[in-house]
């Protein structure tokens, strides 16, 4: 069974440009969250769908960071304008739903300049 | 205030030996559930193991087991037999209820030596 996907691996952009992610869950899981790992810290969640609706992104920076999940599969994460604070990892995880294992993937190192 | 509580930012353990990570936490919902979560250098979070708040025995996976004190409020993760490919970062992490999401802690860094 193949595990969640994330691209790209690593980005470097300067400070206000803007900045996408992409992630596919583990097939047939309904639940998909987007944390974010700021260096010597534990992830902290952003945002979680429960297929394509989202139920939770009281923690997302609305001013600067949007998200969408397209038919309930992949989802997208973006940055603009992007800030130095927010160079981190960008982590995807996703579970079959209800209060199950969340499966992570490899994430996404953002470096702002 | 902290959900989690890891107080170890660094431990070193010698091969063959184990190792006891610590996790404290806090929460007033009777039904919760706590995890843990290695993180190697590649960046992947991989899930080691699992305790329900209502689980009457301790988690064991393999060479992982949880020791689960839930008057207080700790779920610490032993490692037996390390192995030089337990030198990760861990996690602890907790859900509290029937939110999905989970709170981690800040990790603890294993270094395991020959």
């Known amino acids: 069974e193949a595990g969640v996907a994330q691209s790209p691996r690593y980005k470097i952009i300067e400070k206000r440009q803007s900045v996408a992610f992409w992630c596919n869950p583990i097939s047939g899981h309904a639940t998909l969250y987007w944390y974010q790992q700021i260096l010597g810290q534990g992830p902290k969640l952003l945002i979680q769908f429960q297929n394509n609706g989202v139920v939770d992104d009281s923690q997302l920076p609305k001013d600067r960071f949007s998200a969408e999940r397209l038919k309930g599969v992949d989802s997208t994460l973006k940055i603009q304008p992007a800030k130095l604070e927010d160079s981190a990892v960008y982590l995807c995880?996703?579970?079959?739903?209800?209060?199950?294992?969340?499966?992570f993937g490899a994430g996404t190192r953002l470096s702002v300049l | 205030a902290q959900k989690i509580t890891q107080t170890q930012p660094g431990m070193f353990v010698q091969e063959k030996e184990a190792v006891t990570l610590d996790c404290t936490y806090d929460?007033?919902?009777?039904?919760?559930?706590l995890f843990w979560y290695k993180q190697p250098s590649s960046g992947e979070m991989i899930f080691l193991i699992y305790?329900?708040?209502?689980?009457?025995q301790n988690a064991t996976e393999g060479r992982y087991s949880l020791n689960f004190q839930k008057a207080r409020k700790s779920a610490n993760l032993v490692i037996s037999a390390s192995q030089l490919g337990d030198s990760a970062m861990y996690f602890c992490?907790?859900?509290?209820?029937?939110?999905?999401?989970?709170?981690f802690g800040a990790g603890t860094t294993v270094t395991a030596r020959a």
């Open positions: 929460t007033s919902d009777p039904s919760y559930g």
């Open positions: 992490a907790m859900r509290e209820g029937y939110d999905y999401k989970l709170s």
């Open positions: 995880a996703s579970s079959p739903g209800g209060i199950n294992i969340q499966y």
């Open positions: 305790q329900g708040s209502y689980d009457q």
